[in-house]
DNA sequence: TTACAGGTTTGTACTGATTACAATTTTAAT
DNA sequence: ATTAAAATTGTAATCAGTACAAACCTGTAA
């Protein structure tokens, strides 16, 4: 599936600058922030506006293309893989990993939970990375 | 427990305006902004600095004696309820609803995940809470 | 009592991510 | 080719949160 692909699938019109946006989401797994794409961009469409880059992450997010994560108090990162699955924040680097969703299979299926309407479930865990880790035990 | 108790469990020294903060943080459970208590105390502390409101809750985090909460984009919210729960926010109200902690009991209790040493684990929903639909039905 | 030292609080100024807005450009349809 | 609608852009503004230095306590020891 490309980028193009991918956006009519979620009711989006296609741009250079929302395939170009997509498409780094797509490729880059790294949870990055408005600031991160924008920088990533800027020198292949030199005319891009950051303005763009926050308006078009949120148009992804409105029509659940994206993932908006506030695992972090301090920046919003987004995620292009919108699959069920939840997150690692290591407080050592700042990366943010995917680990498989943990919670029970039923509740992820659920529509409700103690009378609530769920739309959105998100898993965060903090701490230190395994990689962060075994750089730490080699001292 | 009063409030004295327990910041002194904690390992954090008393003073009018900290244990007027976690006196807030213990009798309102609605998981509030610094914003919100500042506001909430500044009437029967006028000298109340902003400031100081930011520096104790973060305070009190540093130390576990509070949780901050990232549920939000916009707003950090505050828990005095440190005990392993999960949270709904609403969509229509903003409110933040407690439940019970919802994944597997034994991943509560593991340190590590995927190799990741866990020291903070959050599980947020979102939706259209019980009361919001409840008023929605009536219409 | 006085003076000192440490920690605590305060107010102001600043930062930096995000948004509002109006102008410009692009797109699509007639 | 015209025109309307949609998308993009740049600038200015917003506002939660923070840095910092001055002022203020609190306890201790001369």
Redesign the interface.
Known sequence: MNAVERLSDYGIKPSVQRIAIMEYLMTHRTHPTADEVYMALCDSIPTLSKTTVYNTLKLFVDQQAAL?L????KL?RFDGDTSLHSH?L??RCGRV?D?PY???KR?ARELQ??????????????????EC?EKENLN
Do not use: Q
Not at 113 to 130: D, L, P, Q, T
């Open positions: 908006m506030t695992i972090d108090d919003v690692f290591c407080r990993h680990l943990s919670g029970k509740e939970i103690e009378g609530h309407a769920v739309e959105e479930i998100h898993h965060y865990y903090k701490g230190i990375c395994r880790k």
